[in-house]
């Protein structure tokens, strides 16, 4: 699949001309896990390290658990190669400086169960090139959603985004980290559970609830001690529900 969406890229922007836009949206790394040959063979499942909480299982268990990791390095070491071939084609036809390339994939969070709003499935990311005088080089922590992508594409292509369109442009952010900037995000996880964070806090409401949780992720990014309810933390717990009401309620997401 990776290979087929590589090679329809490559002659898309072999035979276009500018300007164009290309979406492209990858499957993998995803199950099942299926990578081709040669990829297939460059990863040992016995070399590689399991997850602590996965070296715990029984040792077939364990087994099971290494060769599906292989197959899932060798996927994105595929991935990358496709990559790697549409950015050689850019730089081919003189696009490298005047393209704008975004890349967002939180794969999947292998052998941990976890299907739950942590930070290690909302925190994807986030890559942008050659937008008009924007920043080289640098890692911003702004806090962003994929929302945001759409008015800022249309923003850097001088394109009117029109009303009712959701998300805030980053445009203005990647060429200067002093401008005005999200100070929360929101959003729907499934249909059960939503979701609000700040730059400290982050609140989970759900139907279910014992999946209801506030966390410091930026003391606690692993996300063991749940301080909802408690009093020296509840002006924050509130502020984050407010966040979720405004923001989601009566969307019909």
Request: charged share 20%; hydrophobic share 30%.
């Amino acid at each position: 699949m990776s290979t087929n969406i590589g090679d329809q890229a490559v002659r898309f922007l072999q035979d276009t001309r500018s300007p164009f836009f290309l979406y492209l949206s990858f499957n993998h790394p995803q199950r099942p896990f299926d990578p081709p040959m040669p990829w297939r063979s460059k990863y040992n499942p016995d070399t590689l390290t399991l997850p602590p909480k996965v070296g715990q299982l029984p040792p077939d268990a364990q087994k099971t658990c290494r060769n599906e990791l292989a197959d899932y390095y060798a996927l994105i070491t595929h991935l990358d190669n496709q990559i790697g071939r549409i950015l050689a084609t850019l730089s081919s036809r003189g696009h490298t400086n005047n393209t704008i390339i975004y890349s967002g994939l939180r794969g999947i969070d292998w052998a941990q169960g976890d299907d739950q709003p942590s930070e290690r499935n909302l925190r994807v990311p986030f890559i942008i090139s050659g937008a008009p005088g924007q920043r080289h080089g640098e890692t911003d922590t702004a806090l962003t959603t994929s929302a945001d992508l759409a008015p800022t594409i249309l923003e850097l292509c001088n394109l009117d985004p029109g009303p009712g369109i959701r998300g805030r442009s980053l445009a203005s952010h990647l060429a200067d980290t002093h401008a005005p900037k999200r100070n929360t995000v929101c959003a729907q996880w499934d249909s059960r559970t939503r979701y609000a964070r700040n730059e400290r806090y982050k609140l989970i409401e759900s139907t279910e609830v014992d999946s209801n949780a506030l966390y410091n992720v930026l003391e606690d990014p692993n996300e063991k001690n749940n301080l909802l309810g408690s009093p020296k933390h509840i002006v924050h717990q509130v502020k984050l529900s407010q966040v979720i009401q405004t923001g989601l309620d009566g969307r019909n997401d």
